[in-house]
């Protein structure tokens, strides 16, 4: 909801990131890649990804990395020999459940939103393509562990060993004061004492789920701060399929919120203050569907009546000449706006006090200032 500007302080940064994590995860990634045999499928797997190592840890074009990964993998699709029985001219439910057990598939393609039972739901054919997403599925079954090994390891284990550069320190640079994803919450931080206990620090989400894509565990983009709530509500959910935007993608533009007046006037507003909060609603004059269905914008900005009302009642009790006083008194456009709604007027603020974004809005479109 919040975006993240990729400015020069964010590059600076990110290349801090590259230079501290770089050379120990490439270690890692290389002695991986040449425990197995040149021509196998692991090894050529770990080289790709050593060739794209760079893009994939400070990238910014993060789906393009998981299109070029998935591409690359159906390469080796037609190498891959499943246990299928002659008989199997129709497949029920089951007995495509067994084929995936037989060949150690845990899961069914992440490029395929249907799961096992909506693709064959009761009988279907056994096609060319349901093979090819089987095979797809057991290479992935294959190299995600190892990739785990790697990058998912290391973000669990071994980045807070780092000197001056732990998961405190990453969280602290990013100088975000709420979460980007709803605007809401607080993210705090803490340090932990010399004994690394007693810490406060927001939760660092893997917008791309590490648990599908393990290779972007550690890549700068895919970390994003979040509060524990809409990381808990986002969970795993498959975020390149789904198409959700990502702070680093979104624009100032993105989501607009608004209200609508049902059956009150500013007359009655200002006679009867406090007793109209049920007379308008919030909505959102433009948001992300995808966002919303994560994260239950519509949902959760409709229970903030009270902040929209006191803009209505300042909209009310605030006249022009009031504003204007203000600005003979030497005071900024900024400085009015900050004293009348305690909040940041510069979109490149909107992450330091929650509920900025539904304050700059309202007030922006009731034309208080």
Known sequence: MIPIEIDNENIAFRDLHFD????????????????????????????????????ILIGNLLRNIIQEFNDFIETFVTTVRLTISNDDKTITVERLKQICRENSIQGFSNKNKNDLVTLVNSN???TGQTIDNLKYMSLLNKINPILKNVFEDFYEKEW?????????????????????????????????DEKKKNGLRPEIDHFFPKSIYPY??????????????????????????????SPYEMEDNTFQLTYRLRNIN??????????????????????DKHSNKYFKLDKLYEQHKDI???????????????????SAFGFSQDEIYRYLFSNYSEDKDLHKRPLSKLIKDISTELGIV
């Open 124 to 126: 279907t054919n056994l």
């Open 216 to 245: 972007l565990a550690m890549s700068f983009y895919n970390l994003i701060p979040s509060c524990k709530v809409c990381n808990h509500t986002k969970g795993s959910k498959d975020t390149y399929i789904d198409g959700l935007l």
């Open 266 to 287: 500013f007359r009655q507003v200002k006679k009867q203050k406090y007793n109209v909060n049920e007379s308008f609603e919030i909505e959102f004059k433009k948001i």
């Open 308 to 326: 929209v009302l006191e803009l209505l009642i300042k909209k009310a009790y605030y006249p022009q000449s009031y504003i204007e006083e203000l």
């Open 20 to 55: 501290k994590v770089n050379e120990e995860i490439r270690i890692l990634l290389i002695l991986k890649r040449d425990s197995y045999e040149i021509n196998s499928f692991e090894y050529k797997t770990l080289d790709w990804i050593n060739t794209r190592f760079k893009d």
């Open 160 to 192: 807070d060993e780092i000197e001056e550069y732990d998961r405190y320190i990453f969280v602290t640079k990013h100088n975000l004061k709420t979460c980007p994803y709803c605007n809401m919450g607080y993210i705090l931080i803490s340090k932990r």
